[in-house]
């Protein structure tokens, strides 16, 4: 992977600390996979050393764009959500495996389960399921209302669910509980999310197959530093940034 300096076409804020970011370049020739992620350079001074990982939640090959939907609740993502269109940004990416669109075939029905900042790479993932001819169904999982972003998004590429921890919007409860209440029927799960929704997603029905995407802090993002590895099932370690993020459900000890 490389780095590539491109140009924000648009930043706003679409909820509570979210923001969405579209940025422009050459980089956009080499994302196809969705659930892939990149990592950002904040600006040359010291204190923003280390690149920011941030998912990529749209690729438009046409526009030569991407856009990313992020929370700003840190110094470096905070100087992210000041960048002015038409300044330029350093990125390094597309980085990470992401999720395999070809795991279903025509007429199959994917359920995409998010949570949080875990919802914007399902985004570019319905949009190509979609294209192949393979049904959608949407659970976003959020805290609060004010949490609340791309529900009509989701809407326009399938059946969407939102659910609030605290039941200010959409359904009360959690991702899992809107699964039992409407009895929703599926081929495959791909999620994405905190930990604690991913658990409770693989073990509520062991034998259904699902892909989930871990949220772990990385530094470097290219396999070279381990900060972020993680545990796999058979005792291996496993570096999120490299061989992840998506995995499958069955692979990772949660
Ligand atoms: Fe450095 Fe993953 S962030 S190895």
């Known amino acids: 992977m490389d780095t590539y300096l491109t140009t924000v076409v648009s930043n706003e804020q679409i909820a509570d600390k ?25 600006s040359n001074s010291y204190e923003f050393l280390l690149r920011r990982p941030i998912s990529i ?16 609740d840190g110094a470096g993502t905070k100087k992210i959500s000041q960048l002015k269109k038409g300044e330029e940004v350093d990125v390094l990416g ?27 790479p399902l985004y570019e993932l319905a949009k190509q399921f979609k294209n192949e001819g393979i049904k959608t169904i949407h659970i976003l999982g959020f805290n609060n209302e004010k949490d609340v972003f791309y529900e009509d998004k ?38 994405c999310g905190p930990f ?6 693989t073990t509520m029905d062991e034998e259904k197959i699902g892909y989930i995407s871990l949220e772990e802090r990385m530094a470097c993002g290219v396999g070279a530093c381990y900060a972020c590895v993680c545990e796999k099932q058979d005792g291996s370690i496993s570096r999120v940034c490299y061989d992840g993020p998506v995995y499958e459900s069955t692979e990772i000890a949660l």
């Open 18 to 42: 979210i923001f969405r970011i579209e940025l422009q370049g050459d980089i956009v020739k080499e994302m196809n996979t969705p659930g892939q992620f990149v990592n950002i350079k904040v």
């Open 57 to 72: 939640c749209e690729i438009n090959k046409e526009k030569n764009t991407f856009v990313m939907v992020y929370r700003a």
């Open 94 to 120: 597309p980085l990470g495996k992401g999720y395999d669109v070809y795991t279903l075939k025509e007429g199959q029905t994917a359920l995409l389960v998010g949570g949080g900042i875990g919802v914007p």
């Open 154 to 191: 989701f809407s326009e590429l399938g059946t969407t669910y939102v659910a609030t921890a605290d039941g200010t919007y959409g359904e009360k409860g959690f991702v899992t509980d809107v699964i039992k209440k409407y009895d929703i029927a599926y081929d495959k799960y791909f999620s």
């Open 196 to 201: 604690a929704m991913l658990k409770a997603l």
